[in-house]
């Protein structure tokens, strides 16, 4: 199985701030690594999929890089809504595979 | 517009079994997989496996092999999960997910069901 290490698993931020959230692999996944953000009584939201597309609707202020087996997650300029937990997921292979989350919270 | 509605929470006792629905609107149900994703308390997501909606045939990850069931009500644009014989680590919530397209082939979830939380407490 691919094993997914996410980090960090709690990052501390204002709004304004840039932040960003990594995801390395255990083994080469290309690019399919897909991002979720999760809010409590909320549908998980799918935020980017191939390692940097953005999913319609999701806000430019969120990308998405990939360097080898190592993917970013950055949200620039955060705004009040984007305190939540996210977690990327691979579908390069099954079974799939999530990282360990991390919950973003406001400093 | 496309929705997963999923079964209220649910409270068990050990050795119990439990059945919970996700309930798809908004696309035509048997053109796409339903695929089921589970979350313990405080832990992440884990994927148990799916279900092909226009066969019926199941596919489970390894960890879900023996307990779990997942079915169809087609007619009624219904899949559900059953969990038999329940255990303490069972307590989590469970989600239904839908891939954006019909593919079988790994993808992402672009459709998630809101989760069912099942606690097994004695």
């Known amino acids: 199985d691919v094993q997914m290490t996410q980090s960090p698993s709690y990052l501390a931020a204002s709004p304004g701030e840039s932040v960003s959230i990594s995801c390395k692999a255990s083994?080469?996944?290309?690019?399919?690594l897909a991002w979720y953000q999760e809010k409590p009584g909320k549908a998980n939201k799918l935020l980017i999929h191939?390692?940097?597309t953005l999913q319609s609707g999701t806000p430019s202020r969120f990308s998405g890089s990939r360097s080898g087996t190592d993917f970013t997650l950055t949200i620039r300029s955060l705004e009040f809504e984007d305190f939540a937990v996210y977690y990327c997921q691979q579908y390069n292979e099954y079974p799939l595979t999530f990282g360990s989350g991390t919950k973003l919270e406001i400093k | 517009q496309i929705q997963l509605v999923q079964s209220g929470p649910e409270l068990k006792k050990p050795g119990e079994s439990v059945k919970i629905s996700c309930k798809a609107s908004g696309y035509t149900f048997t053109d796409y997989a339903m695929h089921w994703v589970k979350q313990a308390p405080g832990k992440g997501l884990k994927w148990m496996g799916w279900?092909?909606?226009?066969?019926?045939?199941?596919t489970y990850a390894d960890d879900f092999k023996g307990r779990f069931v997942f079915s169809l009500e087609a007619s009624a644009s219904t899949a559900n999960l059953q969990i038999s014989n329940l255990k303490n680590e069972d307590t989590a919530t469970y989600f239904c997910?839908?891939?954006?397209?019909?593919?079988?082939?790994?993808?992402?979830?672009?459709?998630w069901g809101q989760g069912t939380l099942v606690t097994v407490s004695s």
């Open positions: 083994k080469s996944i290309s690019n399919n």
């Open positions: 191939s390692g940097s």
């Open positions: 279900i092909n909606t226009y066969t019926g045939k199941p």
């Open positions: 997910a839908r891939y954006r397209t019909g593919t079988t082939v790994a993808n992402w979830f672009a459709y």
